[in-house]
């Protein structure tokens, strides 16, 4: 989805964002009616805050690949589990472990080796992707605040919903008639992403968190290599490093607070 994203670098934002929750919709709507379950959901407020703010975190990042190599601005979005702990912290009363901070300082020194030693860095295209990464984390602080109230494919279909609205009202000054195989790239946005968040549930269901968390960030590596030999971008060292660093403070904080959790279930 990724690749397609930066391969449809000419086509505005707003019309990316527009296909790729028009083709989820189909199967996050055929989903909903097969199983007979309830469109509208149990909190309309709190679905309809998560799609917008979901929604602005989307067409941050899809305009932030304008201006940036897709694996960087890929790796600079996965700062929302960041933000998602400084927010919890003042919405939700959770308590964030000094080790974690460390772990987050961490990630951020990847951002700032990124930002200043790599020349190539846009700083419009780094602000967008950060953006992104700020309006991500609190999106987990409302499915957080959601919980189980809510299927989960009803959360999703709120958000394809309000993205595919708004996205084409937004879209249409910036209208770019797609051509020829444009069309079904377009259309693909939706299905890739569909069927990426899918396969990422049902690894969260079947195993564990320590597991599969860390395998997530893989994403990051499959999108460098298809910046390299797709789009015949160029990663310097201090960009690879900074990617590292963000990424191994993010997965030694996943790990870290996994730990924690079981620590207190046995000591219950």
């Given at each position: ?10 086509i ?33 407020k ?5 799609g ?52 987050f ?45 809510e ?8 958000f ?6 708004v ?47 860390p ?38 904080n ?8 079981n ?6």
């Open positions: 989805m990724n690749a397609i994203v930066k391969h449809l670098v000419h505005n934002a707003f019309q990316i964002v527009f296909f790729r929750s028009i083709s989820s919709l189909v199967f996050t709507f055929g989903f909903l009616l097969k199983y007979k379950i309830p469109l509208k959901g149990n909190n309309q709190l679905l309809i805050t998560r917008l703010v979901g929604l602005t975190s989307m067409t941050l990042f899809f305009m932030a690949t304008k201006y940036l190599a897709i694996g960087t601005a890929v790796s600079l979005r996965y700062m929302a589990p960041i933000f998602a702990g400084i927010f919890a912290v003042f919405l939700l009363k959770e308590v964030i472990k000094p080790l974690q901070w460390i772990f300082a961490m990630a951020f020194s990847g951002v700032i080796i990124i930002k200043g030693f790599d020349s190539q860095m846009d700083a419009t295209g780094l602000l967008l992707a950060i953006g992104s990464a700020i309006f991500s984390g609190f999106v987990y602080v409302i499915i957080s605040k959601i919980g189980k109230s299927h989960p494919v009803v959360v999703v279909n709120y394809m919903i309000i993205s595919t609205i996205g084409g009202v937004l879209a249409i000054p910036y209208w770019i008639n797609p051509v020829g195989l444009e069309w079904g790239l377009l259309l693909a946005l939706g299905v890739f992403g569909f069927f990426g968040q899918v396969f990422m549930t049902k690894a969260f269901q079947v195993a564990t968190t320590n597991q599969t968390a395998l997530k960030y893989l994403e990051v590596i499959f999108t460098v290599l298809f910046g390299v030999f797709v789009f015949s971008e160029i990663y310097t060292l201090w960009s690879l490093l900074g990617i590292a660093l963000i990424i191994t403070g993010l997965i030694l996943i790990l870290y607070k996994k730990r924690v959790e620590k207190q279930k046995h000591q219950v």
